[in-house]
């Protein structure tokens, strides 16, 4: 079925979504202020990427964040107009987050305004939300938010669809010195047959690089409630990995997809991701 709007409809609708695009930033800049994060727009190879920054102590390692999916569906069968994501969770979590050295990355299109980026086609936040232009987007930004203090050493942390970015990137650097993902889609080709929805068949899969990462210190936590990304998943990606004793696996009883992480991570944090335990 097609759908005909008129320019009336149109103007309203393009309204809301510009409303609806400064209220997320709004939210954004009140998460992100408070724990001294400084907002930042990259421009890379492809996209122009929205980051949140602080640095005190360049000697120090830097944590590194990377979102989720965010908000890339409107139903179950038309994708959103803005990926922005309504909910910010990963950039919650770099604001607990008490490292000297905290960098927030989203993914390509999300809190960007798109008129602003003219690569933002809705390919990028569903059939190819982990293609090699973003992955490539989101390395050369770290490269870009980074260049400035030597050679940093990063531990990577990403969210949902940030721990299959994380995962991709950290494949690709030889500065990443521990990796943490939080109900990562560390196989979406697993993640997607067991939702009963169609491959990613614009993505790379980041189980696909699982031995090549095998000797970085990680830990993968899942969600027991989990009803999006099954615990299975980061099964599945310590087998693929083996032999190792550098990837760690850690469920959470109570937490689901969405719920349970803010105010568990600075205790998750704690845990330390090593090789040998």
Request: charge should be negative; glycine fraction near 6%; aromatic fraction near 8%.
């Amino acid at each position: 079925m097609k759908f005909t709007f008129s320019l009336a409809a149109l103007f309203a609708l393009l309204t809301l979504v510009g409303g609806c695009s400064r209220d997320l930033a709004a939210h954004a800049d009140a998460l992100a202020q408070p724990a001294g994060l400084r907002h930042e727009q990259i421009k890379t190879g492809t996209f122009i990427l929205t980051a949140y920054e602080k640095v005190g102590d360049p000697a120090q390692p830097f944590d590194i964040y990377i979102e989720g999916d965010g908000f890339a569906w409107q139903t179950e069968y038309e994708p959103s107009a803005n990926p922005t994501p309504r909910k910010a969770l990963t950039l919650a979590l770099a604001a607990r987050d008490p490292s000297p050295n905290v960098i927030y990355i989203a993914r390509p299109c999300q809190f960007t305004p798109l008129a602003l980026d003219t690569h933002c086609d809705v390919a990028y936040w569903t059939d190819k939300r982990f293609s090699e232009e973003v992955i490539a987007s989101v390395d050369q930004a770290i490269d870009k938010l980074t260049s400035g203090y030597g050679y940093p050493r990063l531990n990577l942390i990403g969210y949902s669809g940030g721990g299959a970015v994380a995962v991709l990137v950290a494949a690709r650097r030889a500065d990443v010195v521990s990796l943490r993902t939080v109900a990562g889609n560390l196989d979406h080709e697993e993640v997607n047959r067991l939702n009963d929805v169609d491959p990613l068949k614009g993505s790379l899969n980041a189980i696909d690089q699982a031995r090549k990462i095998a000797s970085l210190p990680q830990i993968h936590f899942s969600g027991g409630e989990d009803a999006v990304i099954s615990p299975v998943i980061a099964k599945r990606f310590l087998a693929a990995s083996e032999p190792t004793d550098c990837v760690r696996l850690e469920n959470i009883p109570e937490a689901s997809h969405e719920d349970g992480w803010i105010e568990r991570w600075p205790a998750l944090l704690k845990e330390p991701a090593v090789c040998g335990r």
